[in-house]
Every structure is written in C-alpha cells, then in structure tokens.
C-alpha cells in the first residue's frame, strides 16, 4: 500500500529538473505552443468556414482532417530524417516549411486551396515528436517522465492560448488574420531554437519506405472520402461499400508489405512488446475519439438551441478555454505520478475516467444543462490528459535512443490515423443526423432551415467514451 505522503512527496521530488531541461523545455514548449495555437485557433471558426465556402459538415471536416492526414505522411519521413540527419537541422527546416504554410493558409481564397494549404501545414505536426527525443537524448533518465509530460500538456496552453484569443480575432476581424498573429511569433522562435537547441550525437542509417507511405495514405483518403460522402451516398449504398473496402484493402497490402521490411514506416514486430503496441493502438484509438469529440463540441455549442447552445464564435472559445487551462496542471502531475504508481495503473484509471464522463456527456445533450455539460466535459478531458502523457512517455522509456525518433515518429502517425478519421465520422453524423429550425414566418408560412439534430451529439460522445473504454482494456497488457 502506497501511502497519501509517500506519494506527494515522490511527486514534488520528481518535479525537480536541471537548469539544462528547463532551458531545452522553454525553448520546445514555446515552439509547441505556438503550433498547437496556429492549430487550435480554427476550431471554432469551423461553421464560419462552413458558411463561408457553402460547404457541409462533413466537407468542413477536412479542415481539420487534412492537416492531420498530411502529418501522417509526414511523421514518419521527419523522424527519419531526424534520425539520419540529427533532430535539431530537421526540426529547424520543419519550422521554417510551416511558416511559409502558415502564412500561405492565411490568404486561401477558396476551400479547395484551404484544403491544400492545411495539408502542407500538417508538417509542424512533427514538432513535439522530434522535441520528445531531443529531450531523452539530452536529459537524465529521471528527468524524461516530467519534461515529456510538460511538453505533452502544452496542447492545452495552445488551445487555451488559441481559443479566447483565436475566438476574439475571428468574431471581430476574421479567422484569416487570427492565422497571421502567429507568424512573428514564429519567426522569433526559429531564431531562439538556432542558437539554443543542442545538436543530436546519435545518427542512424536507413531508408524512407515510400511504398509503404504511399498505401497507407491512399487507405486514409479513400476512407475518408467515403465517410465524409456517406450521408451524400447512403451508408448501405454500393458506393459507401466500394470505398470502405477498398481502403480497408489497402491497409492490408501496407500491413503485408510492411511486415519483414527493416525500413517499415510501421514496424509489425513492435506490436509483439505489448509496452510499444499498447502506446501505438492507443494513440490511433484515444486520438480518434478525441478529434471526434472536439469538432462535437463546437457544433454543439454554437448551434441554435434547442439543439445547441447558441454560443457565438468567442462565447465558445471562452468556454472551452479553462478547460484547456486544466491539461496544463494536470500534465507535469501526470509526468510525476508516473514514477510513483506506475504506468499500467495510471493509464488504466485515466481511460475508465474518460469513458465514464463520455457517457455522461451523451446523457446530458438532451437536457441542455450547460453547467452540467462543462463539468463533465472537465473531467473528460482530465481523463484524456492522462491517457495522453502516459502512452508516450511509456513509449518512449521502452525503446532504444538510436530508434527513439522513429518509434515517436510512428506514434505521431498512429494518433493522426485516428485524428483524421475523428472529424470525419464527426461531420458524416451531424450531416446525416438532421433536425429542423424555425428560421421565420413568410405570408403566415413557417421557414425552416436543418441543423444537425441531437442523435448526432449523442452518438458522437458514445463513440468517444467507446474508444476509451478500448484504450483501458489495452492497458491491461503493460508490464510497467
């Protein structure tokens, strides 16, 4: 039995870091930062591109979507070439490529370049794994669970950073010139990374596996593409069917092609250390339900009620804003507890958390309780906050250094997998879950106009408490 005392005290010595990782840390948290601001401050923007491009939910989607599948291309590339080249040339050439996308997305006049502009953009995506083992190379072992988790809840500090502000610029000015606040921002911190960041020592050779790269984002676009046109199609059409298969089909030749291949991008003997596979399947898992949960909610909150909440742009940004603002404390807690508790039990107790608040969640959309809504929202993303230090820190404490930027770099595609399936189901429910509106009366004739309808809220949170629930059975399989 591990006693209350013996706990916090283990936790406040564990936050004890050299003056050497809290210089590296303040470097890679502000690049982190920054990215996940430019990232997070489309968010509730989301119906405002809908409207104005007169896209559907389920084209909106790709915003997101696209950006994420991108990064799944582009993982596991840099994280090789991290390993080939050192991590600190590679990240400095990621970051000067994401300024250019990021001023370019800025001024796309229409969906389809919006469209492009965010999938080169899916390159600083590559941040935070190349930032993870740039820290483990550098820093005393005891040091790694902390920083990581730092670095880790930094995607709250974005969002919380990106959401009020981010929300504020949109409603006022336009989510064009929200994208354009970050770009000096970016190009101090180039500067700063240039002369700060140490160089890598470890090299490691090999190859990129193209082929491999190349089936696995055809599987993710065709399926994507047959998602998002479901509602459109019919989901028992001959179309949907052609497309799910086929994008299944081709996930199996990568799985095929990949297996005994030494330049994998995806290496299937991994999965045999269940402290590698439980990481990697959760990543895909949790990072489906949770980009799936996040388009979810700002639909929900700016929708008309009944359905919704009748928040505007800034009204949800302020909303979802403290929230964010609780991944940052929770996360370097996380990092500690880890060394007192152990990983097995810290993940196992985090996804039951966010299963049981998904559920909640989905039982509170009909009663329009906002106050309710937040709290359990809350708790969920406590949960989640959990679920996402301890894999990666797992991860990245049961591989060698010379393939630290690689497994990570895998990892990253794995949680982009399922962040680019997430707003896709996301958008393909509310487009085919519809509810009508009263919009006005013309001669003494109602007008209605169709909003997404509850089902698709309610469905949408229970696919997310699902995949929570998968990422706890997962977990039983740790041996750490």
Do not use: C
């Not at 359990?376 to 990666?392: E, K, L």
């Not at 895998?410 to 879950?433: D, K």
């Amino acid at each position: 039995m591990i006693s209350a005392s013996s706990v916090l005290s283990n936790v406040r010595g564990g936050l004890r870091l050299s003056s050497e990782a809290w210089r590296y840390l303040a470097v890679l948290a502000s690049i982190s930062i920054t990215a996940m601001y430019v990232e997070m401050v489309v968010l509730p923007s989301l119906p405002t591109i809908e409207r104005q491009f007169g896209i559907t939910e389920s084209e909106a989607s790709w915003v997101l979507s696209s950006e994420t599948l991108a990064g799944l291309a582009f993982a596991p590339i840099l994280g090789k070439l991290a390993d080939n080249y050192g991590r600190k040339r590679v990240l400095l050439a990621t970051l000067m490529v994401y300024f250019v996308a990021v001023f370019l997305t800025s001024m796309a006049p229409t969906y389809p370049i919006l469209i492009m502009l965010r999938a080169i953009q899916g390159i600083g995506l590559s941040i935070n794994p190349i930032g993870y083992t740039l820290l483990r190379e550098r820093l005393d072992p005891r040091e790694w669970p902390v920083t990581q988790g730092i670095l880790a809840s930094t995607f709250a500090v974005g969002a919380a950073v990106a959401l009020p502000i981010g929300s504020y610029l949109a409603q006022y000015y336009s989510w064009q010139f929200a994208y354009e606040t970050a770009l000096p921002v970016l190009v101090v911190l180039i500067l700063i990374a240039y002369l700060v960041l140490p160089e890598s020592n470890v090299r490691v050779g090999g190859t990129i596996d193209y082929v491999g790269l190349a089936l696995l984002s055809m599987a993710f676009v065709i399926l994507g593409y047959s998602f998002t046109e479901a509602p459109r199609w019919g989901w028992l059409s001959l179309n949907f069917a052609a497309g799910a298969l086929l994008g299944i089909a081709l996930l199996m030749l990568f799985i095929l092609h990949s297996m005994g291949n030494p330049n994998a991008i995806i290496d299937i003997e991994d999965f045999r250390n269940p402290n590698i596979a439980v990481p990697l399947l959760s990543s895909f898992v949790s990072g489906f339900g949770l980009f799936l949960a996040f388009q979810s909610l700002v639909y929900i909150f700016e929708l008309p009620k009944p359905i919704g909440f009748s928040m505007t742009i800034l009204e949800t940004g302020l909303t979802l804003a403290p929230i964010s603002l609780v991944l940052l404390v929770v996360g370097p807690l996380y990092g500690a507890l880890m060394n007192v508790i152990g990983y097995k039990r810290l993940l196992i107790t985090t996804s039951l958390l966010s299963t049981i608040m998904g559920i909640i969640m989905a039982l509170l959309v009909p009663m329009h309780n906002l106050d309710l809504f937040i709290i359990a929202m809350i708790m969920s993303i406590v949960g989640i906050s959990g679920m996402m230090v301890t894999r990666v820190t797992l991860l990245i404490s049961s591989v060698s250094r010379e393939r630290m930027a690689t497994l990570t770099g895998t990892n990253t595609a794995m949680r982009l997998m399922g962040n680019t399936l997430g707003p896709v189901i996301a958008g393909s429910l509310e487009t085919t879950f519809r509810t009508p509106i009263l919009a006005y009366y013309m001669d003494g004739m109602p007008i209605f106009y169709e909003v997404p309808g509850r089902y698709a809220f309610i469905y949408a949170f229970i696919i997310s408490a699902a995949t929570s629930l998968i990422v706890a059975i997962m977990a039983t399989r740790i041996t750490k």
